[in-house]
């Protein structure tokens, strides 16, 4: 029995050995591919409810891996943000967004571009003043861009977090609360804060065509928000019964398969354009 878990324990260790070596493999990777230009931003659009018109879209961040493919950044994120390399890589996305959306407008196309923000990238010195040098240096209109920050972040922020929000605010971008609904919202905080709007999780969004419940928290979010001054972006609308059950209970905005995917930005103006012409 003895000899037995010995050799369960060195399985084990193995087995933690081989995590611990794969996860430094991806790290040394993720550098690597920062390095070689390996990240490229993926857009999903956002429409009006009522109308269908494209409002805004959401930069999505994706890995073409020389030899894996296309990469989705659950397989790296987490990583990135352990190691410290979301920094670099989040100052590359806001960067990109921003030159993005500066084209867009040079374009005349009437679109406002949203980016997710992570923790470690906000809470760092340093962030907003990169965002206003990139706001000036691409010269867009700062209403045309959006900084995703989640829930958990906002409720769980010290006064300097929020602080960093407010001055990031100040430069005339929006706010977005992403994935609402997951955590734990502190209501009374909910109203102090210098936002724009709640993305509503698509945990909720799932069930609303099934679910009476769902449909009852889903509407209260949305007559929380407009109470409090701002609007609603539903994500992962995937069915348009889904997307006409939450257009009758007042969400502004639609997101999710059954609008589109996400696609390259070639694959996302040729959609923006037929949906203009429509
Ligand atoms: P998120 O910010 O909640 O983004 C929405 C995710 O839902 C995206 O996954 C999107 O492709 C997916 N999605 C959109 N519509 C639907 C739908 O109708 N059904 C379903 N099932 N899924 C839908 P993606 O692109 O794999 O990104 C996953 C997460 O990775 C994002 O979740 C975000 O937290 C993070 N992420 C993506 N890009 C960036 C980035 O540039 N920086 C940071 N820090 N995080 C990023
Ligand atoms: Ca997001
Ligand atoms: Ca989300
Ligand atoms: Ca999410």
Redesign the pocket.
Known sequence: AKALGRNQHHAYSAELNKAARDRLQLEVQLREAAHAGQFELYF?PQIHAESGALVSA????RWKHPVHGLR???TF?DVAEDSGL?VEI?EW?VEQAIRTAAGWEADGLDCRLS????PR?IQRPGFVAHVRNCLDRYKVTPGKIEL?ITESLVMSSDSATIDTIAQLRALGLSIAI??FGTGYSNLARLKKLPIDRLKID?SLIQDVAYSAEARTIVNAIVSLSHGLGYDCVA????TSLQADILSVIGCELL????IAE?ADEASFLSWAAARASR
């Open positions: 999903q959401e930069a999505l961040i989705l950044p659950g994120i979301i989040g996305v980016c997710n923000v992570s990238q995703e992403d994935d698509r994500e992962g609308v995937e997101q999710g398969y059954s996400p």
